[in-house]
T-cell receptor, first 110, second 116 residues
Framework: SQQGEEDPQALSIQEGENATMNCSYKTSINNLQWYRQNSGRGLVHLILIRSNEREKHSGRLRVTLDTSKKSSSLLITASRAADTASYFCARGSGTYKYIFGTGTRLKVLA | DVKVTQSSRYLVKRTGEKVFLECVQDMDHENMFWYRQDPGLGLRLIYFSYDVKMKEKGDIPEGYSVSREKKERFSLILESASTNQTSMYLC???????????????FGDGTRLSIL
């Protein structure tokens, strides 16, 4: 499959804990993006990391990229109930196409 | 903020019907996309368009066609709906810059389509 694969498929944590999600892929990339999807809604872009970058931060989000292992991770620190959602990685592929993974369902318990 | 609007949140149609899903974006984006989302399969690209009247097939174009007569509007057409096209359909748009492929996509809220 050309899709990125997220791991774990589902994650349940307590409010205040950190949540880590991983994304693996098979072919080379020029960028990788993370999106969030709340139940019944569209996807919202969170962060983009380019292939020559190793780490990026945005608020409580930290994304790392290891091109040698063809993997990326998304860390959400100090989780809140409002972070409950599905998280997808998407890699830039070809000219306009993005390849999305199957997502990690995160549940943050209050 | 970019707004991508899909005409229906929920739609129920019968097999064999011709179905139109409409998407409008208000930010003058060149690129527009149609995906379907199914449990365990993630998002799969059906078609995308990089300009008015221009389109390219995605990964699963069979049974679908698209129309882009105006820059802001991208329509997905199910020529003869079948039950295996029951799914969540998501429209997205993005700008087209010289370093294409690096720009985030902006999504609508989706249309949950049921074919009976």
């Amino acid at each position: 499959s050309q899709q990125g694969e997220e791991d774990p498929q589902a994650l349940s944590i307590q409010e205040g804990e950190n949540a880590t999600m991983n994304c693996s892929y098979k072919t080379s990339i020029n960028n990788l993006q993370w999106y969030r999807q709340n139940s019944g809604r569209g996807l919202v872009h969170l962060i983009l990391i380019r292939s020559n970058e190793r780490e990026k931060h945005s608020g409580r989000l930290r994304v790392t990229l290891d091109t040698s292992k063809k993997s990326s991770s998304l860390l959400i620190t100090a989780s809140r109930a409002a972070d409950t959602a599905s998280y997808f990685c998407a890699r830039g592929s070809g000219t306009y196409k993005y390849i999305f993974g199957t997502g990690t369902r995160l549940k943050v318990l209050a | 903020d970019v707004k991508v609007t899909q005409s229906s949140r929920y739609l129920v149609k019968r097999t064999g019907e011709k179905v139109f899903l409409e998407c409008v974006q208000d930010m003058d984006h060149e690129n527009m996309f149609w995906y379907r989302q199914d449990p365990g399969l993630g998002l799969r690209l059906i078609y995308f368009s990089y300009d008015v009247k221009m389109k390219e097939k995605g990964d699963i174009p069979e049974g679908y066609s698209v129309s882009r007569e105006k820059k802001e509007r991208f329509s997905l057409i199910l020529e003869s709906a079948s039950t295996n096209q029951t799914s969540m359909y998501l429209c997205a748009s993005s700008v087209r810059l010289w370093d294409r492929g690096y720009q985030p996509q902006h999504f609508g809220d989706g249309t949950r389509l049921s074919i009976l």
